[in-house]
């Protein structure tokens, strides 16, 4: 019953520093996105993978990299941490054609 | 490009209230819409769904109808309660695996 798991839950990095990011979902959905949520911008599209074997940007992918490790899982690698990047993280997946996404609980990351 | 808004927030209502949040679309094509809701520390959960014009989702009481001559799908609960507090989202599936559009999210408090 574990849908998509994120972790860490909280992280709290230096300036520069570098992090990565895991998801994982159990309900061998194809695809799979990431987004960060900021207040009064409400969810960003960072990056998504259609399928594994493909990513491709979204919105705002400047300062970010994606591995789509295997059908399940699907990491977001901060290379040089910026205060910017301050935000929460949200993981999602879906199946094929229309169905809804289904989201993690979010990673709650502070850059000092 | 496709987009979605929906009304600013944050929305305050005491309990039994009606509850209205707007959401209009624009997109090319024949959408599916969504309504997400957000619970404090969590991540989204879908709510409800319409994938064709005059369809009507409905979930724990919250309905919305799909309008293709208005291109809105207006989120509606006839009596709302505390635990009805959160955010809403209203968002789009364009088609075939392109991600979601979401609006900025919409926040309610329901008070005692």
């Known amino acids: 019953n574990a849908g998509v798991t994120q972790t860490p839950k909280f992280q709290v990095l230096k300036t520069g520093q570098s992090m990565t990011l895991q998801c994982a979902q159990d309900m061998n959905h194809n695809s799979m996105y990431w987004y960060r949520q900021d207040p009064g911008m409400g969810l960003r599209l960072i990056y998504y993978s259609a399928s594994e074997g493909t990513t491709d940007k979204g919105e705002v992918p400047n300062g970010y990299n994606v591995s789509r490790l295997n059908k399940r899982e699907f990491s977001l690698r901060l290379e040089s941490a910026a205060p910017s990047q301050t935000s929460v993280y949200f993981c999602?997946?879906?199946?094929?054609?229309?169905?809804?996404?289904?989201f993690g609980d979010g990673t709650r990351l502070s850059i000092l | 490009g496709d987009s979605v808004t929906q009304m600013e927030g944050p929305v305050t209502l005491s309990e039994e209230a009606f509850l209205t949040i707007n959401c209009t679309y624009t997109?090319?094509?024949?959408?599916?819409l969504f309504w997400y809701v957000q619970y404090p520390g969590e991540g989204l959960q879908l709510l409800l769904k319409?994938?064709?014009?005059?369809d009507k989702g409905s979930n724990k009481g919250f309905e919305a109808t799909y309008r293709k001559e208005t291109t809105s799908f207006h989120l509606e609960k006839g009596s709302v309660q505390v635990s009805d507090s959160a955010v809403y989202f209203c968002a789009l599936a364009p088609g075939g695996n392109t991600p979601l559009v979401f609006g900025k999210g919409t926040r309610l408090s329901v008070i005692a």
């Open positions: 997109a090319t094509g024949y959408p599916s």
């Open positions: 319409a994938t064709k014009a005059d």
């Open positions: 999602a997946s879906t199946g094929t054609g229309e169905q809804p996404q289904h």
